[in-house]
């Protein structure tokens, strides 16, 4: 009898402490003052846009194949850099929808990510976990912290459509533009690419291997990956033309058939080269498919394809174009067969050493200008 007694009084305690610790955190949400993020400095934005965390104006892109049409208005790669000296930091979104991927987590595909400047390198600070069934999110990301200013950088989600953002700070706090941004937005680089590109299946959105790029060299990142639609199309090679950039990455191979390669790859790039003549391109190979080591007929596909594009590179080479660059699938995501989720998408050990292979031939390329 009195053990019980004993147990009834601990749940009691604990009940307390639950409901004392979740109103303290709904006070603390709502005692925020938030403000736009379009109000801060955005990057990963091809150009402006009438919808602010869309990556392509939709009158932009109307010639374009409807899947990417659909897949631009995702946020994949836009973050929202600023300074502040709150020692909270809470953010509400809005989605376009509630999805579900069986190779993504939620955070990945509609949450956010925040990193911070610390000793003039970008460390991760913690995310905003979606909530399911949500399409209005709000979420305290980090408490606790001193309030000394900081620079932070917070990624959208890669696969969904975000309306609205606001960062919530305490209502004494400062917050604005950085004085000294931690990213050059003077230098870019523009990444087209397949599933990949667009960031499946990093396990949150600042691992996707653009996003890594970016922090690695400081640099302002476009992520134009279209999952499953990165097919070379000249309407896309027309549009990359009208983004300026000091180099280009073509990493749209895994999309392709070994016919669509053949016969769009070479006026696609010969186009981008007519409009800039002097910028470098990177042509990647598709990454080599874990499910092809022992299903034959992807592994055949994926060796065509790769053969395909370096036929194309050889065409290139031979007709004396000058600041193409080459990276081949060999070493792409290591050895040991670790880096994927599901055979096809890269895990963030994955995009990690992708993002290394990729880094080491883009400050080549840079360098050359």
């Given at each position: 009898?009195?053990?019980?007694?004993?147990?009834?009084?601990?749940?009691?305690?604990?009940?307390?402490?639950?409901?004392?610790?979740?109103?303290?955190?709904?006070?603390?949400?709502?005692?925020?003052?938030?403000?736009?993020?379009?109000?801060?400095?955005?990057?990963?934005?091809?150009?402006?846009?009438?919808?602010?965390?869309?990556?392509?104006?939709?009158?932009?892109?109307?010639?374009?194949?409807?899947?990417?049409?659909?897949?631009?208005?995702?946020?994949?790669?836009?973050?929202?850099?600023?300074?502040?000296?709150?020692?909270?930091?809470?953010?509400?979104?809005?989605?376009?929808?509630?999805?579900?991927?069986?190779?993504?987590?939620?955070?990945?595909?509609?949450?956010?990510?925040?990193?911070?400047?610390?000793?003039?390198?970008?460390?991760?600070?913690?995310?905003?976990?979606?909530?399911?069934?949500?399409?209005?999110?709000?979420?305290?990301?980090?408490?606790?912290?001193?309030?000394?200013?900081?620079?932070?950088?917070?990624?959208?989600?890669?696969?969904?459509?975000?309306?609205?953002?606001?960062?919530?700070?305490?209502?004494?706090?400062?917050?604005?533009?950085?004085?000294?941004?931690?990213?050059?937005?003077?230098?870019?680089?523009?990444?087209?690419?397949?599933?990949?590109?667009?960031?499946?299946?990093?396990?949150?959105?600042?691992?996707?291997?653009?996003?890594?790029?970016?922090?690695?060299?400081?640099?302002?990142?476009?992520?134009?990956?279209?999952?499953?639609?990165?097919?070379?199309?000249?309407?896309l090679a027309k549009y990359l033309a009208t983004v300026s950039a000091d180099c280009y990455i073509l990493d749209c191979i895994p999309n392709q058939t070994v016919a669509q390669i053949n016969?769009?790859?070479?006026?696609?790039?010969?186009?981008?080269?007519?409009?800039?003549?002097?910028?470098?391109?990177?042509?990647?190979?598709?990454?080599?498919?874990?499910?092809?080591?022992?299903?034959?007929?992807?592994?055949?596909?994926?060796?065509?394809?790769?053969?395909?594009?370096?036929?194309?590179?050889?065409?290139?080479?031979?007709?004396?174009?000058?600041?193409?660059?080459?990276?081949?699938?060999?070493?792409?995501?290591?050895?040991?067969?670790?880096?994927?989720?599901?055979?096809?998408?890269?895990?963030?050990?994955?995009?990690?050493?992708?993002?290394?292979?990729?880094?080491?031939?883009?400050?080549?390329?840079?360098?050359?200008?």
């Amino acid at each position: 009898m009195e053990e019980k007694k004993q147990e009834k009084a601990v749940f009691s305690v604990w009940l307390f402490l639950c409901y004392f610790f979740l109103s303290q955190v709904a006070y603390a949400q709502d005692s925020l003052r938030y403000i736009p993020a379009n109000d801060l400095v955005l990057l990963g934005k091809p150009k402006p846009t009438k919808e602010i965390f869309q990556r392509i104006q939709s009158r932009e892109s109307n010639l374009m194949p409807q899947a990417v049409q659909d897949l631009a208005l995702n946020s994949a790669g836009i973050a929202v850099v600023f300074e502040t000296n709150s020692s909270i930091l809470a953010a509400k979104w809005t989605l376009a929808e509630d999805k579900y991927f069986a190779n993504m987590t939620p955070i990945a595909h509609s949450g956010l990510d925040l990193y911070c400047l610390k000793d003039g390198k970008w460390q991760y600070v913690g995310v905003g976990k979606p909530a399911k069934d949500m399409l209005n999110q709000k979420q305290i990301i980090i408490s606790r912290m001193d309030t000394t200013t900081k620079q932070f950088m917070l990624y959208l989600p890669l696969y969904n459509t975000v309306s609205e953002l606001q960062i919530g700070i305490e209502p004494k706090s400062s917050i604005g533009r950085p004085k000294q941004p931690g990213i050059d937005t003077t230098k870019r680089v523009v990444i087209y690419g397949s599933s990949i590109v667009q960031g499946a299946s990093a396990s949150r959105p600042a691992m996707a291997y653009p996003a890594i790029i970016q922090r690695k060299l400081g640099i302002d990142v476009i992520n134009l990956g279209f999952s499953g639609s990165a097919k070379m199309e000249m309407a896309l090679a027309k549009y990359l033309a009208t983004v300026s950039a000091d180099c280009y990455i073509l990493d749209c191979i895994p999309n392709q058939t070994v016919a669509q390669i053949n016969e769009r790859a070479l006026p696609f790039i010969k186009y981008l080269k007519s409009q800039h003549p002097k910028t470098p391109i990177i042509l990647i190979e598709s990454v080599i498919r874990e499910t092809g080591y022992f299903d034959q007929q992807t592994g055949r596909h994926v060796k065509k394809q790769n053969e395909s594009i370096h036929r194309v590179y050889q065409l290139l080479k031979e007709e004396k174009y000058n600041n193409i660059f080459y990276i081949p699938a060999a070493h792409l995501t290591g050895n040991d067969h670790e880096a994927m989720i599901d055979g096809t998408h890269l895990t963030d050990l994955g995009f990690t050493r992708m993002a290394e292979v990729v880094n080491r031939v883009l400050e080549q390329a840079i360098k050359k200008q």
